[in-house]
C-alpha cells in the first residue's frame, strides 16, 4: 500500500495501466517524442485552446498555449495542448451564439474522454469563455482560465477607437455623410491594429472580467493586453497554478458558489459590463446547480455604482483599464463598500479578498508584473464615493406583459430621457426586414416611434444574435436624432449603445407576446418603474393568441435541429436543458 498520490491520479488509469492497455496508451505518446519518464504519475494538464484564425480574437492562442506549457513543466506536470472549436462572433453566421453549447459539450467531452487531471482553457472572443467555463464546471476537474487579452488601444486622427463602438459610429457618420467610404476603409484599419479580442467594455472583455471575479482566472490577469509580454507571464503562472490545484483537489465545484456569482453579477455593475454576461452567467449557474435567476441582475446590481468609464458606456478603453489597476482596483473598492463576498475561494487557493490585499488596492502586483493606478482619483477606475455613475444605473430587468419572464436594458448606455417612454409600434419580423426598408426616406417611422424587432430570440433565428441594436433609420439619423427604443427578443453586442431593450422572453418564435404586437400599438417603457408593456387589453391580447400560428421548423436534421428542439430561453441561459448539472469526471472504460 501506497499513499503517494501519483498512483491514484486521473490519469494513471490510462498511463499507469498494465499489460496491452498501458503499452497502446504509453507508446503512441512516445511517438512524439516524450520520453517515459512523463508516464511517472505526475499531474497530466490539458491546455485547451480555441486558436483558430476564423477567429480573429484567438488567433494568437497558441502562442498563449506555450507560455502555459512552461509553467506546467516548471511545476512538475505534464502539459499536452488540444484544439477546441473557436466561436468567433466576428465571422460566424448566423451568429456565434448558436455554437456556444456545442463548444461547451465539446470541450466537457473532450476533457472527460482524455487522462487529464486538470486543464487550462484558453479563450477570447466573447463566446469561447463562457462556453468554456460552461464545458469544465460540467466535468468538474481542477481549471483555470486564461483570456487571451483585449487589442490595443484603436487610434484614428488623433482619437482613440473601440472595435465594435465605432462601428456603430461609423456606421452612423457614413449614412449622414459626415464620412466617405475612403475614409471609413481606413478607419477600419486603424481600430483594431493588433492581436486580442474588443477592447472596449464589450462582452469578451467583460466575460474576462467575470472570470476573474468568479475566482477562475488568475488576479489581475483579465486585463493585459494580448501583445503585452505580461499575458505570457500571466498564462506561465497559470500553468505553474494547475498543478497546484490538481494537488489540492481544488475543482470548479468549490469555487462556483452562489457567493461567487452574487460578487460577478456586482463585478458587471461596477465595470459596466454587456448583457451577455446575464445569459452566460444564468446557463453557467445552471451546470453547477447554483440557483440563479433574471431577478438576481437587479436586485443584486441596484447599490452598485457604475465605477470603470470605458465604451461603450463611457469614453476609455482597455489598455486604460489595465494601467489604471485592472479589475483588482475594482475588486478593492467594492470590498471596501462592503458590496463583495471576500471569503469567496478562487484558483490562487485563497480568497479573493486575500488577493486583493496581496495586489494592493493601487494596482496590480505579483504573478504577471506591475502596474500602477493612474492616479488616486482616476478618471478610467472611479471610487465608490465618486463613481462615474451613479447606483442603480447598470442593468434593469424588466417585467410586464410584453414581457412576463423578464427583458434587460443596460441603463449606462443608454438615453436617459428614452427611459420612461410611450410610442407606437413599428414592428419587423425579422431584421432583415427592418434593414430592407431603414433607408427609405419614406418610411413611417419617427423619434417617438417603438422600433420592435422580433424571431431574434434563441429558437426563433436560430442562435439569438446579437442584432436587437439596430441602426436609425437614415432620415431621422440625417435629421439629428441620436437614440430611439428598439424591442427585441434578440442580444446586442456588448460593444453597442442604445436605448434597446433585449432578451425579451419568452421569445415570439415560442408565442411570446412579442409575437401578438400589430404596428401603432402602445408600448410604454418604464424603467425607474422596471416594467415594459403593451398597452392593449388583456382580452384583445387573448384573442390574438388564439389566432397566433408557429412558424414552421426550418430545420429538419443537424446541429441546427437538435439547437431548436432543445435551446431554452433567454431568462434560462439559452442552454440546453439536458446540459444542466454536473456530469462528473469518472475514467470512462478502457477498451483495449
Known amino acids: 500500500m501506497t499513499d503517494d498520490p501519483r498512483t491514484s491520479r ?69 502539459p499536452l495542448q488540444f484544439p477546441t472549436m473557436a466561436t468567433g462572433e466576428t465571422l460566424m453566421r448566423p451568429t456565434a451564439m448558436l455554437y456556444r453549447n456545442l463548444m461547451a459539450m465539446e470541450v466537457e467531452e473532450l476533457v472527460r474522454a482524455n487522462p487529464l487531471d486538470g486543464v487550462v482553457l484558453l479563450s477570447g472572443c466573447d463566446k469561447t469563455t463562457p462556453a468554456m467555463l460552461m464545458g469544465a464546471a460540467s466535468v468538474d476537474l481542477p481549471a483555470v482560465m486564461v483570456t487571451g ?48 479580442h474588443c477592447m472596449t467594455m464589450g462582452t ?6 467575470l472570470a476573474e471575479a468568479l475566482g477562475m482566472q488568475l488576479p489581475g490577469s483579465a486585463a493585459w493586453p494580448a501583445v503585452d509580454s505580461r499575458r505570457m507571464e500571466t498564462a506561465q503562472a497559470a500553468g505553474q497554478r494547475i498543478v497546484g490545484m490538481v494537488e489540492e483537489e481544488l475543482r470548479p465545484s468549490r469555487i462556483l458558489t452562489r457567493e461567487a456569482f452574487e460578487n460577478a453579477v456586482r463585478v458587471n455593475a461596477a465595470i459596466g459590463g454587456s448583457t451577455n454576461a446575464v445569459i452566460h452567467l444564468l446557463a453557467l449557474a445552471g451546470r453547477v446547480g447554483v440557483e440563479l435567476s433574471l431577478r438576481d441582475f437587479d ?33 478593492a ?104 426598408v431603414a433607408d427609405d426616406p419614406d418610411l413611417d417611422i419617427d423619434e417617438n416611434t417603438v422600433v420592435v424587432i422580433r424571431n431574434a430570440g434563441p429558437k426563433g433565428y436560430p442562435g439569438m444574435p446579437e442584432v436587437s441594436n439596430v441602426p436609425l433609420p437614415a432620415k431621422l439619423l440625417k435629421a439629428g436624432v441620436k437614440d430611439m427604443v428598439r424591442v427585441c427578443d434578440g442580444r446586442m453586442s456588448g460593444t453597442g449603445y442604445g436605448t434597446v431593450v433585449l432578451h425579451v422572453a419568452p421569445e415570439a418564435a415560442v408565442g411570446g407576446p412579442l409575437a401578438l404586437v400589430h404596428d401603432g400599438d402602445p408600448v410604454v417603457l418604464d424603467v425607474p418603474n422596471r416594467t415594459l408593456r403593451l398597452d392593449v387589453d388583456d382580452a384583445e391580447l387573448t384573442r390574438r393568441g388564439q389566432a397566433w400560428r408557429a412558424p414552421a421548423e426550418r430545420h429538419a436534421g443537424g446541429y441546427a435541429w437538435l439547437y431548436t428542439q432543445h435551446v431554452e430561453q433567454a431568462d434560462r441561459g439559452a442552454d440546453f436543458g439536458f446540459l444542466r448539472g454536473n456530469r462528473g469526471h469518472e475514467v470512462p472504460r478502457d477498451s483495449h
Open 204 to 209: 469578451a472583455s467583460t466575460m474576462a472580467c
Open 333 to 436: 473598492e467594492l470590498l471596501s463598500g462592503g458590496l463583495l463576498h471576500g471569503n469567496q475561494i478562487t484558483v490562487t487557493g485563497r480568497t479573493i479578498a486575500e488577493n486583493t490585499r496581496d495586489t494592493g488596492t493601487a494596482g496590480t502586483t505579483g504573478t504577471a508584473g506591475t502596474t500602477e493606478r493612474v492616479d488616486s482619483d482616476s478618471d478610467v477606475i472611479t471610487r465608490l464615493d465618486a463613481p462615474f455613475q451613479p447606483a442603480g444605473t447598470g442593468i434593469a430587468v424588466l417585467r410586464g406583459n410584453l414581457c412576463p419572464d423578464g427583458a434587460v436594458i443596460k441603463q449606462s448606455a443608454a438615453s436617459p430621457h428614452l427611459l420612461t417612454h410611450r410610442g407606437p409600434a413599428r414592428v419587423f419580423d425579422s431584421p432583415e426586414a427592418y434593414h430592407e
Open 10 to 78: 486521473r490519469s494513471q488509469a490510462w498511463f499507469g495501466a498494465q499489460g496491452r492497455s498501458g503499452m497502446v496508451y504509453r507508446s503512441w505518446m512516445r511517438s512524439q517524442g516524450f520520453g517515459h519518464e512523463v508516464f511517472d504519475g505526475r499531474p497530466v494538464i490539458g491546455i485547451a485552446t480555441s486558436a483558430s484564425e476564423l477567429a480573429p480574437c484567438n488567433a494568437h492562442l497558441t502562442r498563449v498555449a506555450e507560455a502555459v506549457k512552461r509553467g506546467v513543466w516548471q511545476a512538475g506536470g505534464f
Open 299 to 331: 436586485d443584486l446590481a441596484r447599490a452598485v455604482p457604475t465605477l470603470v468609464n470605458l465604451m461603450p458606456s463611457g469614453k476609455y478603453l482597455m489598455e486604460d483599464f489595465c494601467y489604471a489597476g485592472g479589475l483588482p482596483a475594482v475588486l
Open 149 to 196: 487579452g483585449p487589442m490595443l488601444n484603436g487610434k484614428y486622427r488623433g482619437q482613440d477607437v473601440g472595435s465594435g463602438t465605432h462601428v456603430w459610429k461609423f456606421e452612423e457618420d457614413l449614412k449622414t455623410g459626415r464620412m466617405t467610404e475612403e475614409e471609413c476603409f481606413f478607419a477600419e484599419g486603424c481600430m483594431a491594429r493588433s492581436n486580442g
